[in-house]
């Protein structure tokens, strides 16, 4: 007797289409959700990222390691968000610990986007082969600590447009009131009136910067991994927190503007100094009883560990002369912290971020007029009764010589903030596909000037 058929078609036909259809419906489907994976997490930072649930992020979180004391750290960091009283941070961490950890992660794919935030001297490898592997990269700074590391990420942001993904440095002080005050203020011509290109003794923006070895992180004293005081894995001061400084000014002067550093950018000069830390300091910081092999070559007679880790660039934007220059010392003053100071130089004013013992070590914004005449104080109060429609609460109070911007604490987040902040601008570019043509070039930009500027600064 021949086989059944039903149309021409035997039943073992339609036998096997069931059979694929209830393997298809029974098989994991891969959540379409943006999905974090997080690699060798060695600073903080990849921690402060998660201290926040995001709407629209799939809870599980992949970690790739190896093992050790930072990721130890990184783990309990976010087992202290995880189990606050006050929203929590329930992610669903899956570890997975071992020397071959990035192989792994690029291979299995289990998330697709990564949070980088350790090691400098490997990110920026770690950077090109997660673009190569079709992988969005949401990086601390600095992307890049030496010309070849710019290379590198040139390189990456290329392959990333191919490939259709989103290469992003977390830039949280974009999201400080006091920097985002002073950008608004500087466009109101009324106020600021124009830029001033200033020269290269006096220039027409600096900012400065000032950072801490020792220092509490969420209520905790920091740990720092020893290859922290090694610039060859962690970078010059001036090719770290001067990334910083040089996005917020083509931020706040160019907003919205391509830079060009082929021809957007001269560098006047550039230096570097060293800062010193007692052998005490360092074992108060790090927690070792003695200086690794990689850092003997920097401890003097005298067991001091001196490091380059501050440093100055002089340099011309779109015409504009610029100074931006960061130290770091040991340990803040009491009642302190790390600090920002910021200059912009219009026709009619100077708008100034102070941060120091007057202001006890809190981020105040200041106008000094040139002129302070009615006309001037009308312009002023017309745009700070503008400006409180989108930041509600902003006054102006009189000070000697000018003016202070009073800005309510609800306004002030604190700086681990902002890296939600960051975090949700960046899931809002991967929902859009694509993030605003300016901020490639501008990155690539800051990153030509802070390798350059090393170079310059070593006497190459």
């Known amino acids: 007797m021949g086989r059944i058929t039903y149309r021409n078609r035997p039943v073992s036909f339609f036998i096997l289409t069931a059979l694929l259809l209830i393997s298809s419906c029974s098989a994991p489907v891969k959540d379409s959700r943006v999905t974090f994976m997080v690699a060798d997490p060695g600073h903080f930072h990849a921690a402060l990222v ?4 995001y709407q629209d992020v799939s809870p599980k979180v992949f970690v790739y390691a190896p093992d050790g004391p930072e990721l130890v750290d990184f783990s309990t960091r976010l087992q202290g968000y995880r189990t606050r009283t006050e929203s929590p ?76 993904v989103l290469l992003y440095d977390i830039m949280t002080e974009r999201f400080e009131i006091t920097s985002l005050l002073q950008k608004e203020l500087s466009m109101i011509p009324e106020v600021y009136g124009n830029q001033l290109a200033g020269s290269s003794k006096n220039p027409g923006v600096s900012s400065e910067s000032v950072h801490h070895f020792f220092k509490f992180v969420s209520g905790a004293r920091l740990i720092r ?28 002067c160019f907003p919205d503007q391509i830079i060009d550093y082929h021809k957007d950018i001269q560098i006047s000069s550039a230096r570097h100094w060293k800062t010193d830390i007692r052998r005490d300091q360092f074992m108060e910081v790090t927690g070792l009883t ?6 003997i070559p920097y401890v003097n007679s005298d067991s001091v560990l001196q490091i380059f880790s501050n440093g100055e660039i002089n ?16 340990k803040p003053p009491e009642g302190g912290g790390d600090t920002h100071y910021s200059v912009m130089k219009g ?6 971020i102070r941060q120091g013992p007057e202001q006890k070590f809190k981020p105040e914004l200041y106008i000094f007029p040139e002129n302070a005449d009615q006309v001037y104080l009308d312009g002023l109060s017309s745009a700070i009764e ?14 000697e010589n000018g003016y202070q911007i009073i800005i309510p604490d609800s306004m002030r987040p604190g700086h681990e903030a902002h890296f939600a902040q960051v975090t949700q601008n960046y899931l809002r570019y991967l929902t859009e596909g694509s993030l605003p043509p300016w901020e490639v070039p501008n990155m690539l930009a800051k990153y030509w000037l802070t390798t350059k500027a090393r170079e310059i600064s070593q006497g190459r």
């Open 50 to 53: 998660l201290k926040s649930i």
């Open 89 to 164: 941070a329930l992610w669903e961490i899956k570890e997975f610990r071992g020397p071959d950890f990035f192989e792994r992660m690029i291979k299995e794919k289990p998330g697709n986007v990564l949070i980088l935030a350790g090691n400098n001297r490997k990110k920026t490898d770690y950077i090109l082969k997660a673009v190569q592997n079709g992988i969005n990269v949401f990086s601390d700074k600095p992307m890049a600590i030496n010309s070849a590391n710019f290379n590198q990420l040139e390189k990456a942001f290329a392959i990333a447009r191919k490939k259709g």
């Open 225 to 252: 991994p020893p290859w922290f005081f090694d610039t060859e894995q962690e970078g010059e001061g001036i090719t770290d927190v001067t990334t910083h400084l040089i996005d917020l000014v083509q931020w706040a």
């Open 290 to 295: 003695s200086y690794p092999e990689y850092l």
């Open 315 to 330: 340099y011309r934007l779109k015409g504009i002369n610029v100074r931006v220059s960061v130290t770091w010392n040991y």
């Open 347 to 352: 026709t009619l004013a100077r708008l100034e």
């Open 386 to 399: 503008t400006l409180s429609s989108k930041y509600p609460g902003i006054s102006v109070e009189t000070v």
